[in-house]
C-alpha cells in the first residue's frame, strides 16, 4: 500500500493536482484527519509493509448518516477525487461514497486475493511469500523429528493463500472453506503420506474453514490414542502482513498507483483497479457485490495429486 501511496503522491504532483492523505481510512476521513503530501512525504516508504496512514475498520461507514458525514467532509477540505485502496470493505465503503456522487477510484489491495475480476491483489505476493518461508522452515523440524504440523493462515473465507502456500510448499493436506473437510479425513490425509513412506506431514489450513486449527487440533487431542500421532499446530497470523512488500508487489503498486491518477484525470471514476491477464484493468466497482471470486478447483485437484 506504501508503494501505492508513493505513485499516487509524486504522479499526481507530476500532474498539477493538490494531493491529500488520509489517516486512519474512512474513520479518519469522517473525522476530517487529512495532511498535505508532497513527493518528499512519501520519501523511503516504498520498502515499508503496511500503510503509513494507517488503516481502521469502520463499521459506521455502513450507515447513511456515516456515508453522509464522509461526502461533508470531502466537500469541506475541497477534495474533488478520492482513490480508496483496499480490499473488499474499503471498496464497498468506495462504491458507497460512488453513489452518493464522489468521484471515487478504488485500487484492489488484500492478501486474500478475492476481489472479483481481479487477478492478483496488493499485498497477496508477499504473504504467500511469509507463509512460504515458515512452511519451509517447519517442514525441515518436522521431518527431523517425524511430526505432523499444521500451520494456519490467514483468508477469513477465501482460502487462496492456504491453497497457493500449500502446493508451493509441499504440503500433504490442505484445508480450504471452499472445499468441504472433516477432521476424520484430514487424519486420513497424514496416515496415507506415513504409509507411502514419508517421514513427516505438513497440513495447511485456511483460518475460516469449517475445521481450522483450533477444530483439528481439539480433534486430533481428543483422539490421539486411537490415531496414533499428535498434531503440532502453528498460526501464522499477522506476521504474514508485516513482511516488507516483494519485488511484485512494488511494482504492481506502483505502475496502479500512476494508473489511478490516469484515470481520474481523464475523468474516469467508479471503477476499481487491478491486474489482469498482467495488465491494468479496470471493473465496474458495482460488480463487487454481484460475484464471488472462485477458487480455482484445477489447483485444488493438482494439490491431491501432488501430495501423494
Do not use: W
Amino acid at each position: 500500500m506504501n508503494a501505492a501511496l508513493r505513485a499516487i503522491v509524486r504522479s499526481g504532483v507530476y500532474r498539477g493536482f493538490e494531493i491529500y492523505g488520509v489517516r486512519d481510512g474512512y474513520t479518519g476521513l469522517m473525522a476530517g484527519e487529512l495532511a498535505r503530501l508532497g513527493p518528499r512525504e512519501v520519501g523511503g516508504i516504498i520498502g515499508r509493509a503496511g500503510t503509513f496512514l494507517g488503516t481502521t475498520r469502520c463499521e459506521e461507514l455502513r450507515t447513511d448518516s456515516g456515508q453522509a458525514t464522509a461526502i461533508q467532509q470531502l466537500r469541506a477540505h475541497g477534495i474533488s477525487e478520492l482513490i480508496v485502496i483496499g480490499g473488499n470493505g474499503s471498496q464497498a465503503g468506495a462504491l458507497a461514497l460512488a453513489r452518493r456522487g464522489a468521484r471515487v477510484l478504488g485500487v484492489a489491495s488484500t492478501i486474500d486475493n478475492d476481489l472479483p475480476g481481479i487477478d492478483v491483489t496488493l499485498g497477496s505476493t508477499t504473504a504467500l511469500e511469509v507463509a512460504l518461508e515458515a512452511i519451509d522452515r517447519l517442514r525441515e523440524t518436522a521431518s527431523s523429528h517425524k511430526r505432523a504440523f499444521l500451520v494456519e493462515v490467514m483468508g477469513r473465507n477465501c482460502g487462496y493463500l492456504a491453497l497457493m502456500a500449500g502446493i508451493a510448499g509441499g504440503a500433504e493436506a490442505i484445508v480450504v472453506p471452499e472445499v468441504p473437510h472433516t477432521p476424520e479425513a484430514i487424519a486420513d490425509e497424514i496416515r496415507s503420506a506415513y504409509g507411502l513412506g514419508k517421514s513427516h506431514a505438513i497440513v495447511v489450513v485456511a483460518e475460516g474453514a469449517e475445521h481450522n486449527a483450533a477444530s483439528l487440533s481439539r480433534y486430533f487431542d481428543e483422539h490421539a490414542q486411537r490415531l496414533g500421532f499428535e498434531l503440532r499446530v502453528t498460526k501464522l497470523g499477522h506476521t504474514q502482513r508485516g513482511g516488507a512488500p516483494c519485488v511484485v508487489d512494488r511494482m504492481i503498486a506502483t505502475q496502479l498507483g500512476a494508473a489511478a491518477v490516469e484515470h481520474l484525470e481523464a475523468g474516469r471514476h467508479g471503477l476499481l483497479l487491478g491486474m489482469v491477464n498482467g495488465q491494468i484493468s479496470a471493473i465496474d466497482l458495482a460488480l463487487l457485490n454481484e460475484s464471488r471470486k472462485p477458487l480455482d478447483t484445477g489447483l485444488v485437484s493438482l494439490a491431491r495429486v501432488l501430495a501423494r
